[in-house]
């Protein structure tokens, strides 16, 4: 228990106190203002999820979950992958442009990736029913018509599988119903510094007959650009050429765009057959980064010298049956994801590497004089993701209840990265190319099969045993080709390009939970879990280091409370946990060892940490509601790597704030009006795992401000003022680049939201 302790990290919190001084005075002015005096009707209203795979009150649940509902994701704006992760206390991310992320729980972070050819992510992201994790480009799905987003924190292996090692992300969105529906939202923002945004989407509910209906869904959000390209040059330190970026200088060339549309169908086949069937498709196009150079060029300032842009497409196929079987529940859903995902990245700066620049673009015993060596950096991705699941659930019985299944997905991934100079001399570039000095065309294929099941038998009025048990197996080939002309069969002169890469992994295993949860009264329920969660293993590009490398897997212990109390005005959920991480899989590169990216297993880890979920009504008007998540997670042990020690035992680990929490007031000022404050405070953390290349991200702390009025019979209006302080926060420093950049935040942004609903 003593080790167990040290997560009450009294300094910090302290310090988290201390640096949200303006927005505790803004929220005490807010509640000062209202009465405060309690009214005995005034309840809490009842949140249903799904976390077990079937619908239950949250309170029932002997899991840590917190949720997002459609009107919290309304009210607060969130339109992104970005935005709610920030609003959940125990989450951490990390994002560097729209689609190109990686979500962490409870400190289990290995610092991520975003090389479709390293290990998986520890969080696993579902669809409704389906998942649709992957491997550093996260689907960022536009949040609108969402019935609500769950977290579900600490390992969920046993029902969801592979992913889910540290906890899940579910997105639930809005199906069809018997009644006509119909509305839309219009709104426009201008940010300080930038250009302005827009945003268009709308849905209807169609009913077909009595027993069908269609619900469609559009969107079109356009977000203006707050990063400047500036003024800038490169003096190569071989070639002595000089390379000026003035053809790339421009003002807030950051914007994006983010089209999309979802069909979806609901058919009763009979009284008690369910037919769901969805469709829905996204486009997201960039320009330019959202990193910048505040210490050589100042606030919001970069210079690049080549464009940078990505391209990210994806249609998705999910049909679901449900249907009484008499003795159980059927439930069979499958699901078809593919993805086209196109990015072109500046990456001149790495030619100042003597490497790059001295033998692929100044050479000259082979290539004759020295060439402009900028390069561009260009990957292309597509993906197609196959998934299958049947399960069974027995009939609510007073004593003995189940549910069993079955799990198959294929997860196909081809991608061709490309290392491109365009001057460099065609005998210079790997062969079948004009100007490609490096270029990885390789093809992932992950299978995964595996049987699943959950008993819940009730000891007696108050106690219940949860036991769960999951087996499954895997296969991950990798082939293709990896290389320039000089490496790995010194190309020079020859016009083919064979194969060399031809790795494959075979694993099989097995994980297992225990819950036991005790009802205290009709109010409040305690409990205990123990249970586990897994990354498979894979297969590495090359055998420099090892071939393949192994699973990792994650124990956890975790004590947990659910509460209603003060006549149903307060909701309190709390969670205490402490897990081990055995075999932690880390994906690194060392040009000593190889020319690729790696991954390694590297020992020991574990993270104790504390989260805390309330909402209060505290009177007829007001309402407030925090989230709060306190973790520390460090190494076990070095990590040695031909006989230097890479990381340190007791090292944090990354992308892990010590402490997280939000607090969001709503007041009722009027019948039809309402004012919202919300603010959002991340400890600082390290940015890598390798401690001569960590840097500490420093803590900050954002602020939202909205008033929502109604401006008709079915329609309301919101101003809403984001990042009210201006705050500059630190979402990802790449410290291992040449050129040091900090992802950053929007500045201030000032909107407003018409929004129109006919039922």
Known sequence: ?????????????????????????????????????????????????????????????????????????????????????????????????????????????????????????AVAIYLDESPVTMIGDNLDVHVYDIERVESLTGPQGTLYGAASQAGNLKIITKKPSSEFDSGFNLSAESTRGGDGSTMVEGFVNIPLSQNAALRFVGFNDRDGGFIDSVNDSITYPVSGITRSNEVFVEDNFNDAVKDGYRAALRVDLSENWKLDVNYMGQETSTNGVWDHNPDELGEYNVSRFYDDKTHDEW???????????????????????????????????????GYVEGYYTCYEYYFGPCVDPSIQFENDTHQEYDTTEIRLSSKEGEKFNWIIGAFQTENVTEYDS???????????????????????????????????????????DKMELTLGHRKFDNETTLKGFVGTIWWPNSLYGSTTRPDNVNSKYDGSDSISKINLSYQVDNNSMLYITRSEGYRPGGANRTSQLGATYDADF??????????????????????????????????????????????DNIGKANSNGFEIDAKYILSDTVTVAVGYANNEAVLKEDYVLRGVVEAKDGQDLPFTPDTKYNVTVNVDTGDTSSLQFNYVYVDEMWNDLFYDDREMQDSYGIANLSFTT???????????????????????????????????????????????NYK
């Open 1 to 121: 228990m003593g080790e167990t302790m040290n997560i009450f990290h009294a300094e910090k919190v302290h310090d988290a106190v201390v640096k949200t001084t303006k927005a505790t005075a803004i929220a005490s002015a807010v509640l000062v203002s209202a009465n405060t005096i309690a009214q005995d009707d005034m309840m809490i209203e009842e949140v249903i999820v799904s976390a077990q795979k079937k619908s239950e009150n949250l309170q029932n649940v002997p899991i840590s979950v917190t949720t997002l509902s459609a009107d919290e994701l309304d009210s607060l704006n969130i339109k992104d992958f970005a935005d709610y992760v920030l609003q959940l206390p125990a989450a951490s991310a990390v994002q560097r442009r729209p689609g190109q992320g990686q979500i962490f729980m409870r400190g289990i972070s290995d610092g991520g990736n975003v090389n479709q050819s390293l290990q998986g992510p």
């Open 315 to 353: 249609t998705r196929f999910s049909a679901t049956v449900t249907g009484d079987l008499g003795f159980a529940d059927l439930t069979f859903t499958t699901s078809s994801l593919e993805r086209d995902f196109e990015v072109l990245s500046d990456y001149s700066h790495y030619s100042i590497d």
């Open 418 to 460: 490309q290392w491109r100079v365009p001057a460099i001399n065609p005998d210079a570039a790997v062969p079948g190319s004009k100007d490609l000095y490096y270029q990885t065309d390789q093809v992932r294929a992950e299978d995964e099969s595996a049987v699943f099941g959950e008993i819940y038998y009730q000891i007696n």
């Open 554 to 599: 994650l124990t956890s212990t975790e004590f947990g409370f659910k509460s209603i109390s003060m006549d149903g005005r307060l909701r309190l959920n709390g969670a205490m946990y402490q897990m081990d991480w055995d075999d932690i899989q880390l994906g690194w590169f060392d040009s000593s060892i190889s020319l690729l990216g790696l991954v």
């Open 710 to 756: 109604q401006v008709g019979e079915n329609s309301t209006m919101q101003i809403y003022m984001d990042n009210i302080f201006d705050e500059v926060a630190q979402l990802y420093i790449n410290s291992e680049d040449i050129q040091r950049l900090t992802t950053v935040n929007r500045p201030t942004t000032v909107g407003v939201k018409f929004s129109w």
